[in-house]
């Protein structure tokens, strides 16, 4: 992971310095390179991090990275982990370019793997792209909205992530079938991951969860556990579901839907659902022998989990 980051700012560097100061500003602030890290554990279901397996994590962090840029601005965010975000910084112009910026060298980095690695890349990010259309759009009048909502964000979130796993496998030299459960692996875990947060979001009391808790519930963002709660045909929910279906701009009537969301029993319903994709991620795994690469994996999905307890 060391090696990641050092590679990564070189990856970043232009001959003008002004873009490689914007292309580093996030990756400088920090994350928890999560799909570079699970780009190693999958090698590991092989002979275990070569050369290309570095070239592969470096690939998928910087197609997170360009995605974020444009999300903030989407998003019209001004922080992001914690900095001031790029576009808050300079303009939406130097954000999104940056962000396109990121995703040439990311490509340019795939073409060093070959032409498989070039049409994995290209179909993952087909879908991340969908996802992020899907989102914008939101749920059509004959969707289902919490459908939709899990289909965005295994395009948005989970396909990067099985692409990460993927690749781990590919370049570290594991069987077909390996690679297979990896991937579909990658993907479940990429799910819980982003899940794991709509669930932190609404229960953590601090900002562990690295922004303002209830920050999704106070933009109207539409997550696992307020989905659930909008579904209650129940009476006693009906202030909650009556909160829900406006701006929770009032400070008051924030806190209100706060607090009858967290004694809401869509909490537990997300938990379990989040628990269920690390199980059945983990189920996957049964192909790979025991052994210190299966445990890894499996204590991977466990912390995904524990997230969101």
Not at 116 to 137: K, N
Not at 224 to 234: E, G, N
Request: proline share 5%; net charge negative; hydrophobic share 45%.
């Amino acid at each position: 992971m060391v090696e990641v980051e050092e590679a990564l700012l070189g990856h970043v560097e232009s001959e003008a310095p002004f873009v490689t100061k914007a292309a580093r500003h996030l990756m400088e602030a920090g994350g928890k390179r999560f799909r570079p890290l699970l780009c190693f554990l999958g090698a590991e279901t092989g002979s275990g991090a070569t050369p290309e397996v570095l070239t592969a994590a470096c690939v998928v962090e910087l197609t997170h990275l360009a995605s974020l840029y444009h999300d903030d601005v989407m998003d019209e965010a001004a922080l992001r982990r914690g900095a001031e975000s790029a576009n808050a910084r300079w303009d939406n112009l130097v954000a999104i370019l940056t962000g396109d910026f990121l995703f040439a060298k990311s490509s340019e980095l795939t073409a060093d793997l070959g032409p498989e690695a070039v049409r994995i890349q290209a179909q993952t990010f087909s879908r991340l792209v969908e996802g992020q259309i899907l989102e914008t759009l939101g749920p059509g009048a004959e969707d289902d909205p919490l459908e939709h909502y899990l289909r965005v964000v295994a395009g948005k979130t989970g396909s990067l992530i099985a692409t990460s796993a993927r690749y781990g496998a590919m370049f570290g030299g594991a069987t077909p079938e390996v690679v297979d459960a990896l991937t579909e692996y990658g993907e479940r875990i990429g799910v819980a991951f982003q899940l794991a947060d709509d669930i932190l979001d609404i229960a953590s009391e601090s900002e562990e969860s690295g922004k303002t808790p209830g920050t999704d519930l106070r933009e109207g963002v539409p997550t696992l556990p307020t989905l659930y709660a909008m579904r209650s045909t129940d009476p006693a929910d009906a202030r909650l579901v009556e909160l829900l279906k406006q701006p929770l701009t009032d400070d008051a009537l924030h806190a209100e839907a706060l607090g009858l969301l967290r004694a809401h029993p869509a909490m537990d319903e997300a938990r379990a659902y989040v628990a269920g994709e690390a199980a059945a991620a983990k189920e996957l795994l049964s192909v790979l022998p025991e052994g210190s690469a299966r445990d890894a994996l499996e204590a991977f999905a466990d912390v995904v989990t524990d997230r969101s307890s």
